[in-house]
């Protein structure tokens, strides 16, 4: 294996557990924020910050400007076409605007756990989109069995909770969520066939979360009852967790990953979130752990292994 796939994979494992987080701290925001607002705050400061420091480390030039008339170090970085920018863009009013933003809006009516069961139908959405988009990447029968476990494996974890999928009072949520695993699935495809290797995954990412927080402000004006921010302690410490680490560094490491990771196995996230959370509770709050949630674990990573081992059996 590589170093560059090893790399994908250690930032694979470090995105499992930082996005496992934000489902709390997004909790914890949607109290004092409205839901779009706060997406729209926490996104485009997070993209303008990887904008601001893609720019000044030289990891961008523009178009226009001749190598020449730029440092060795910057005459190294790729020039970006405006049609790449739109691409980036597009991806990221999927990703953000739709897969973050609805979601946020969602879980003012459901719990993090039900959110987290259809978060965790992302792989197989990417499945779906991988089998109708032309040319995109091609899939065997260990990796549709293994998403397949993964998601079955989750659903033995949330045992419990399949009946809040009927409660009337959930339906909206339920609907959002499932609108945020399709539109981040389909800008997770986007980024795998239109993401150019060569730039820098700090400069994809900035881009995107850019165009999908300046979304989250439209939508904001669009579907927020209130614009009005209740100011506390709790809710900016969790908007900054947000921002800066839910955000400017875990979809930093999401670009990187998928430059090296078929978009199924970069979505594996999505199996391995609610299990660190489960795991978390369990040390450090003494939550309860059953015997159904350990066996949903294991069919769950059963899942994870078994999609990898046909996404390498199909690179080989």
């Known amino acids: 294996m590589s170093r560059q796939l090893h790399q994908a994979y250690f930032a694979l494992a470090a995105i499992c557990i930082i996005w496992g ?83 946020t809006w969602g879980m003012q009516h459901v719990s993090s756990g039900v959110a987290a069961v259809i978060g965790s139908l992302t792989p197989v959405v990417v499945v779906l989109i991988n089998l109708s988009w032309k040319g995109a990447e091609r899939l065997n029968a260990l990796v549709i069995g293994g998403v397949l476990l993964g998601f079955g ?18 339906r909206w949520g339920i609907l959002a969520c499932f609108g945020s695993c399709f539109t981040w699935s389909l800008g997770t495809v986007m980024a795998k066939r239109w993401n150019d290797p060569r730039v820098s995954p700090a400069l994809n990412a900035g881009i995107q979360i850019t165009a999908g927080g300046i979304g989250g402000f439209g939508m904001s004006l669009l579907f927020d009852p209130t614009h ?3 100011h506390t302690t709790q809710g900016w410490l969790a908007v900054s967790y947000l921002a800066l680490v839910g955000s400017a560094l875990a979809f930093t490491l999401y670009m990187f990953a998928l430059n ?21 509770g369990w040390a450090l709050l003494g939550e309860r752990l059953s015997l159904w949630e350990l066996v949903g674990m294991g ?15 199909g690179a080989g």
Not at 43 to 72: D, F, I, K
Not at 260 to 280: D, E, G, R
């Open 21 to 103: 987080t934000t489902y709390t701290a997004i909790k914890f925001a949607v109290r004092d924020f409205p839901p779009y607002l706060l997406v729209g705050i926490r996104q485009t400061a997070a993209g303008m910050l990887l904008l601001v420091w893609a720019v000044v480390s030289g990891r961008v030039r523009p178009a226009v400007v001749p190598p020449a008339l730029l440092g060795a170090e910057r005459s190294g970085a790729p020039a970006l076409s405006a049609g790449y920018v739109w691409r980036q863009m597009l991806t990221g009013l999927c990703t953000i605007a739709g897969g973050n933003g609805f979601i």
């Open 153 to 170: 494996g989750l659903g033995l974890i949330f045992r419990d909770g399949w009946a809040d999928f009927l409660h009337p009072d959930y």
């Open 228 to 230: 009005t921010i209740t």
């Open 260 to 280: 090296y990771l078929s978009a199924t196995v970069s979505s594996l996230y999505t199996y391995i979130n609610p299990v660190v959370a489960i795991l978390l």
């Open 299 to 313: 069919v769950t990573i059963a899942g994870v292994w078994l999609v990898n081992r046909g996404y390498l059996r």
